[in-house]
């Protein structure tokens, strides 16, 4: 078992509850659930109802669990007045749908077109989400809210965030570590500029080019360097294994157990 409970996450699968739940207790591990971010499930309470009460069945606290908020074509920052308040409207929902349930926290995406680099959008983008996200942050004080990078080219435009809100409590960044390998910029880099702020963590393997969310262990990620990387900056955030389905699961765990990934400690 992991030394440290709950600095494990897993995806856990509706369909294979009882699996899951006996995986995760031989790690320590809460759940990140991914159901409630598809816009369909979002306009369907009854479904919602039903997802949750599914859940419920097999977790009677979800206090320590975590959600993927809206994301897909989510543009807080647009200058476009319809399409930022159907992005607002999205997160508002998700954070309701946390609420009700009680999770500790909703990670969501930066939304920022990948690349695009003009200093009036990246301010725009910048001012536009930390004026809404303290505002939400102090709305629901109870959850923790995080900030994940998507296909974002570098790690200093989230930093930049993440200190203009460094006095928000319940804000911080996610780091994806596979989607940061999918970058120009080095592992190195992401982690030494967002060490300060990152209080919550997504790993999964990938071939250096395509996002695949294949087990950890499985592609071309250096975990060797993740781990020295997190260890040497004393970052301390929880990691979620998002890849899909029990097996994939156990084997990411197992690797990580067996090589001693963070937060896992090697076998002696």
């Known amino acids: 078992m992991c030394e440290k409970m709950n600095k494990l996450y897993l995806v856990p699968d509706r369909a294979d509850m009882e699996r899951m739940c006996s995986l995760a207790a031989e790690y320590g591990c809460a ?5 409630f971010y598809i816009p369909k499930v979002m306009d369907d309470p009854a479904g919602q109802a039903e997802y949750i009460e599914d859940y419920r069945r097999y977790r009677n606290d979800f206090s320590k669990d975590t959600m993927h908020g809206a994301f897909l074509d989510v543009t807080i920052h647009s200058d476009d007045p319809l399409i930022r308040d159907a992005s607002m409207l999205r997160i508002r929902q998700s954070m309701e749908t946390a609420g009700h349930m009680g999770l500790k926290g909703i990670v969501f995406h930066t939304g920022r077109l990948a690349g695009f680099r003009a200093s009036s959008y990246l301010k ?8 809404f996200f303290t505002e939400l942050a102090q709305q629901y004080p109870k959850q923790q809210i995080y900030m994940e990078n998507m296909f974002d080219e570098a790690p200093d435009i989230m930093a930049g965030l993440a200190e203009k809100m460094r006095n928000v409590a319940n804000f911080g960044i996610c780091l994806d570590y596979a989607h940061a390998m999918l970058s120009r910029c080095s592992g190195k880099e992401w ?15 990938n071939d250096l080019e395509n996002d695949l969310h294949l087990a ?9 360097e993740f781990d ?3 260890r040497q900056y004393r970052i301390e955030a929880p990691v979620l294994v998002e890849v899909s389905g029990y ?3 156990k084997r990411s765990l197992e690797y990580m ?5 963070y937060p896992m400690e090697k076998e002696k």
């Open 31 to 35: 759940f990140e659930y991914n159901d």
């Open 124 to 131: 725009n983008w910048c001012d536009r989400n930390a004026a």
């Open 191 to 205: 982690v030494e500029t967002l060490a300060p702020y990152i209080r919550h963590m997504h790993i999964n393997d």
């Open 216 to 224: 950890v262990g499985e592609g071309q990620l250096d975990w060797q």
């Open 228 to 230: 020295h990387l997190i």
């Open 247 to 249: 097996e994939a699961q």
């Open 257 to 261: 157990k067996q090589h001693g990934i």
